[in-house]
């Protein structure tokens, strides 16, 4: 047999190998970097091409409520925990615009994306579902952190132009306790936006869920003042430690311990982001 009869007889018995990877397999590595940032500049982008009404409205909202609180009672009412009024009023409103935030940016771009049909253009791209929820999430946390910036920027001018200067006491209190009430109500609206099908039931959850949390957690008054049971139903209240954390972070003084608040913190942070991923893996109601 000559040698170019057994060179083709080899060649024949080899299989075929593609150089490339499988059909169907993705051609990224473990993660879609690409593809993740650019979801997450789409969500970006998206909130600020209509930045007076995602940033500055909020902005304006919540200086309203710290004009009016202050001008209305801040003379009659005493210190809370030995802090004056408007340094305790000012990080809960801020806090509270953070989180609001936060859910909004995420639960309303799910929530348009499925009644506009263009949910297809999120799905289609080889992108997993955990890089799908880090891109949805981290975009809405970068809503709501921006606006507790903006709002934190304003409500230190307007404490300063009344005498009474906002005060930094732990940064790292302000840092993890911000971010964490971001992520936390990004991978909420996530899990709304994917369970509303409506913009009814989307409203219901935030009239009878969200709004209740952020204003019975502490954000105008200290609970320790509530009577019971309220005072420890409260205490079950995870925006209590979000916002209690975090205005420790300006005045120094902390209604709960900062162990517990921080354990929430990262407990909740993971549970809901836990979810949002689990819901988008599975499809549920947006790949019907």
């Known amino acids: 047999m000559s040698s170019m009869e057994t060179t083709s007889q080899t060649r024949a018995e080899t299989p075929l190998q593609s150089s490339g990877p499988a059909f169907g397999a993705r051609r990224f590595g473990a993660v879609n970097w690409l593809g993740l940032w650019t979801l997450y500049v789409k969500e970006v982008r998206r909130f600020l091409k209509v930045m007076f009404q995602t940033v500055v409205a909020p902005v304006i909202s919540t200086l309203l409520f710290l004009i009016v ?22 990080p809960g409103l801020i806090m509270m615009a953070v989180l609001t935030n936060a ?83 990004a991978a909420i609206g996530v899990i709304g936006g994917i369970w509303a099908d409506k913009f009814d039931q989307m409203a219901a959850v935030t009239n009878f869920v969200i709004t209740p949390l ?46 517990i608040g921080v354990s929430v913190t990262l407990f909740f942070a993971i549970a809901f982001s836990a979810a949002a991923y689990l819901l988008l893996r599975s499809g549920y109601k947006i790949k019907e």
Do not use: C
């Open 103 to 185: 859910f909004t940016n995420s639960a309303s771009s799910l929530m348009i994306s499925k009644v506009q049909g263009s949910i297809v253009d999120v799905l289609m791209p080889p992108l997993s579902a955990a890089e799908l929820a880090v891109a949805f999430v981290a975009g809405a946390a970068t809503r709501g952190l921006l606006v507790g910036l903006v709002t934190a920027i304003t409500s230190a001018a307007f404490m300063f132009s009344i005498g009474a200067p906002m005060k930094i006491e732990a940064i790292w209190a302000i840092l993890f306790f911000s971010l964490g009430a971001a992520v936390i109500f």
């Open 69 to 90: 609180f202050t001008q209305a009672f801040g003379d009659a009412r005493p210190a809370i925990n030995g802090v004056p009024f408007v340094e305790f009023l000012a």
């Open 214 to 259: 952020t204003f019975l957690s502490g954000t105008f008054y200290s609970v320790e003042r509530l009577p019971e049971p309220f005072r420890t139903l409260s205490h079950y209240n995870p925006v209590y430690y979000l916002i209690d954390g975090f205005r420790s972070g300006f005045t120094g003084v902390a209604e709960a311990s900062a162990a």
